[in-house]
Each structure stands twice: as structure tokens, then as C-alpha cells.
């Protein structure tokens, strides 16, 4: 890991001086790259891939190969960010074993520094042997999308008294798992700065409001690229959807014009090459017709 590599320690060191990690979801390496240059601390290769770059309704369907491979790419073009990969929905339920051979893949062919985890109950055993294996592991509880017909639907999680203790209890089940940050998912504000008192660890937030000690946005949410719906939570920092349109149909207008390619996007012959080919067309022209 390079020396500037942002590291377990600064998300420890963060926490205990009160600053803020920020985070953000990226998917191939143009965005790592970027997400590195604004200074972002964390880049989250999310399981919101299956919406976001896959085309799914859902984060259910993406594999474990498609998340690699992503994951992959983020990890050539952050070269300061903490790269975490998310463990698909299916990769980890079914044992612990199964869990650590995924999280095994993520840090050995995806290039990860750290897998996440969604859930606590089962997924509080799978964080202990990932963690147990060395491989650092980050939490996600709320609004969990792999389990959202459970939860009944992507709803805020955590608005009544018993749901957060509940959450609570979760959360320091995690922490006492090993995790080394949790994700809060679509909580009340007062349940998340509730929960992020009591740890030891980072929180990060998503739609839990400013109490937690980092954030997390999804790369198309924030840069205005979602299409459908858009959760209350998200704060749009630019509309790039509009931007790329708009460039993509200048470019549309200027190719059916022939405005595009102007002679300065083209390539000239070399020098005297011009004359050497006439003469060998005028040739091949002159046996044609004899
Ligand atoms: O998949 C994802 O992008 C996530 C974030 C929303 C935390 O899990």
C-alpha cells in the first residue's frame, strides 16, 4: 500500500479527533480517478452497481464476477483511497465459509483494501471469520437494499423505539464482530447520532443525517446521473446527465451536418507520399482500361 494510502488508522484517527471521512461509490477507473484527485477519502465499489452501471431494477442480480471486475478497475485508478468492495447479495449469506472465500476474491483478484457486508443477525458470524482472516470488514444496517422485500420496500428503517435499540444493538454487535466502520442506512437522525456515540468505530452515513462521522453517496446520485427515482436524502452537486445530453446531441447534429470531423481531427499523408499514390492510382486506372 502506498505511504499516502489512506488506511484503517485514519478512519480510527478520524473518529477519535471528531473530523468527517468522505466517501463515495465508483465503478471503473476514470471515476477512482477523480474521486482521488477531489481528495475523497473512501471509494465504495457499491452492490448499486446493478442499478447504476448494470441496468437492473435492483442490486439483487449482480454476480460476484461482474463485482470483481469492477472493483478491479476501481482499484487501478484510486491510488490515495481506501477502496472497499461490496459483497454482492448471495456471496455471503449461505456460510462463513463461502463469506471468506468471497471476501478471499475481493482482496486478492479485486485489488480491495476491504469488503462490506450488509445486515447484522447471520452476517455478525461472517464479519468475525472474515475479520478473523485479516481481511477488514465494514457493516451496512437501515435501509439494507438486498433485503428490501423484507424491510418492505427501500423505506426509512429505525422510526419507532423498539426498531432503534434494535439498530443499536446491531451496530455493537458489528463493532464487537470486528468491523471496522458501520454504514447507516435511511435511520432518523437522532437514532444515527445515538448509534455513532456509542461506537468506537466510524459511522458513515447515508441519509442519516450530519452527526455521523463520515458519508457515503452513490456516484450517480450525487453527480445527477440517476435515472427514476432519487431518495430524499441525496444531495445533487451537479446535473451531468444534462451536460452529456446536450454534448451528445451537438455531436449527433454535427456528424448528420458534416461539421464533424473539421480537417484538424484528420490525419495528412507524408510529404511527398501524396503525388507518389496519384501516380500509382493514374497507373492502376491506365491497366484497367487497356
Ligand atoms: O451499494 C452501495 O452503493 C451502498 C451504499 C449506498 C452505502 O451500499
Not at 476501481?74 to 447479495?89: E, H
Not at 468471497?102 to 469488503?115: C, D, L, M, S
Amino acid at each position: 500500500m502506498s505511504d499516502d494510502r489512506f488506511s484503517l488508522s485514519d478512519f480510527a484517527r478520524i473518529k477519535d479527533r471528531g473530523g468527517k471521512i468522505a466517501m463515495v461509490t465508483a465503478y471503473d477507473a476514470p471515476s477512482a480517478r477523480l474521486a482521488d484527485a477531489a481528495g475523497v477519502d473512501s471509494v465504495l465499489v457499491g452492490d448499486s452497481a446493478a442499478m447504476t452501471v448494470l441496468g437492473h431494477d435492483s442490486t439483487v442480480p449482480v454476480t460476484v464476477e461482474e463485482m470483481l471486475m469492477l472493483t478491479r478497475a476501481v482499484s487501478r485508478g484510486a491510488r490515495r483511497a481506501f477502496v472497499i468492495a461490496d459483497m454482492p447479495f448471495g456471496s455471503f449469506q449461505v456460510s462463513n465459509r463461502i463469506a471468506l472465500k468471497t471476501a478471499i476474491r475481493f482482496v486478492k483478484e479485486g485489488g480491495a483494501h476491504a469488503v462490506k457486508l450488509e445486515g447484522a443477525g447471520a452476517s455478525v458470524e461472517r464479519v468475525k471469520a472474515i475479520v478473523g482472516a485479516g481481511i477488514p470488514a465494514m457493516g451496512h444496517i437501515g435501509l439494507t437494499p438486498q433485503s428490501a422485500a423484507l424491510l418492505g420496500g427501500y423505506k426509512p428503517q429505525g422510526r419507532t423505539a423498539d426498531r432503534a435499540q434494535g439498530l443499536l444493538e446491531e451496530a455493537i454487535a458489528l463493532e464487537r464482530a470486528g468491523c471496522f466502520a458501520i454504514v447507516l442506512e435511511a435511520i432518523p437522525e437522532l437514532v444515527a447520532a445515538r448509534i455513532t456515540e456509542s461506537l468506537r468505530v466510524p459511522t458513515i452515513g447515508i441519509g442519516a443525517g450530519v452527526s455521523c462521522d463520515g458519508q457515503v453517496l452513490v456516484w450517480h446520485d450525487l453527480l445527477g446521473l440517476s435515472t427514476g427515482h432519487v431518495p430524499q436524502f441525496v444531495k445533487r452537486y451537479a446535473d451531468l446527465s444534462d451536460r452529456i445530453g446536450a454534448a451528445l446531441s451537438a455531436y449527433v447534429a454535427d456528424v448528420r451536418a458534416a461539421r464533424f470531423p473539421e480537417s484538424r481531427h484528420t490525419y495528412a499523408m507524408l510529404p511527398g507520399e501524396v503525388e507518389l499514390f496519384r501516380a500509382e492510382l493514374a497507373g492502376m486506372s491506365g491497366r484497367r482500361g487497356s
